[in-house]
């Protein structure tokens, strides 16, 4: 039978003998399957290359940058930042490392490294991952703790708590990283994925082991610990929701009392200006603190008001009649009518 694999990019080799193998007893070519010889053409192979490889520069760049930023600012050494900076780190390793090979090995088409390097590439990729698991993990409880159990944070994430949990999950991915390497399946060349990983295939119960411990208790406690975060951040929201209802309120009674009081004081002093002598108001506006010097206050005072100002301030200018407190005539106005 006549097998279709990818050489290097040069083009596509048509071989009747592949003698060539790669741990795992897997063909070098990024076959597809075996009864369904697939194969990617030269097309294929370098626009997946030349995606990876921005990929790779992007993230070694936006990792590196990170360490940087908070190395350099004091501001920024915090609990929380160091699970950061340990999730940085493994993405760093992955960039630095394994994607490289990954992206030569895809210009290839083939595998072109040892069985020790594939299993090699294949426990830094594992360690990797779980690490980055662990990381997340951490970072939710600890945002957890911070939002939930704010008096508790800084008791529980201290310095060297903080190191001890970033060492305490540094391990535990490296020692789940271990098994593929003493039997437990093995670290193989996976030719789509042009990577060396675990060969779930071959021992599936590793697998269940790894999903379950590696990734499902992991992502069961993120997402606790996100949904706690969310209930507790609506509660607050509710709470200062209602404490802008009560004080909104109260500012409205405060409002409509005031208005009330300035009401009623109006009604007075209009009937009283209306019904009373008008020598009342000069003497309550006098000494009430709301009307004293306000506009409306002057006019509600009437003419006594005017013409007692008038007087004082200009004793010499014009005459009153005593009606009204308007003057004579225009004369009488500029100071020129008969005394």
């Known amino acids: 039978m006549v097998t279709y694999i990818v050489g290097p990019v040069s083009g596509i080799i048509n071989i009747t003998d592949l003698n060539k193998t790669v741990p795992g ?14 194969y990617f053409s030269t097309g294929e192979l370098v626009a997946e ?15 590196t940058c990170m360490w940087i ?24 390793m992955v960039s630095i490392i394994n994607m490289p090979v990954t992206i030569l090995t895809i210009f290839r088409g083939q595998w072109i490294f040892s069985e020790t390097a594939c299993t090699a590439l294949g426990f830094i990729n594992m ?9 997340l993990c951490n970072i939710s409880i600890n945002r957890y703790i911070m939002v ?5 944070f800084k008791d529980v994430y201290t310095k060297r708590n903080a190191i001890i949990m970033i060492a305490v999950s540094t391990s535990l991915a490296f020692v789940l990283s271990l098994p593929p390497i003493f039997g437990w399946t093995n670290y193989s060349y996976a030719p789509i994925q042009s990577i060396c990983f675990s060969d779930w295939a071959k021992a599936p119960s590793y697998a269940i082991f790894m999903i379950s411990c590696c990734f499902g208790c992991p992502l069961f406690v993120m997402l606790i610990c996100n949904l706690m975060i969310l209930r507790e951040v609506r509660r607050r929201n509710r709470r200062v929701m209602n404490r802008k209802k009560i004080h909104f309120k109260a500012v409205v009674n405060v409002i409509t009392g005031d208005k009330m009081r300035t009401l009623v004081l109006f009604a007075a002093v209009c009937i009283a200006s209306i019904l009373g002598d008008t020598n009342t108001f000069n003497k309550y506006h006098s000494s009430n603190k709301y009307l004293g010097g306000s506009t409306s206050g002057k006019y509600l005072g009437g003419s006594n008001y005017y ?6 301030r200009y004793p010499s200018v014009g005459r009153y009649n005593n009606q009204g407190g308007m003057y004579d005539d225009y004369n009488d106005r500029l100071g020129l009518g008969c005394k």
């Open 25 to 38: 007893n897997e063909t070098n070519s990024r076959i597809a399957g075996t009864d369904n010889e697939l």
């Open 148 to 152: 939930c159990k704010p008096t508790k």
């Open 69 to 92: 930023i908070v190395i350099r600012n004091k501001d920024l050494r915090t609990v929380t930042n160091s699970f950061l900076l340990t999730l940085a780190a493994a993405d760093l």
């Open 307 to 312: 013409k007692n100002r008038y007087q004082n």
């Open 127 to 135: 360690l990797t991952l779980v690490t980055s698991v662990l990381s």
């Open 49 to 63: 290359g030349l995606v990876l490889t921005a990929i790779c520069i992007l993230a070694i760049t936006g990792n």
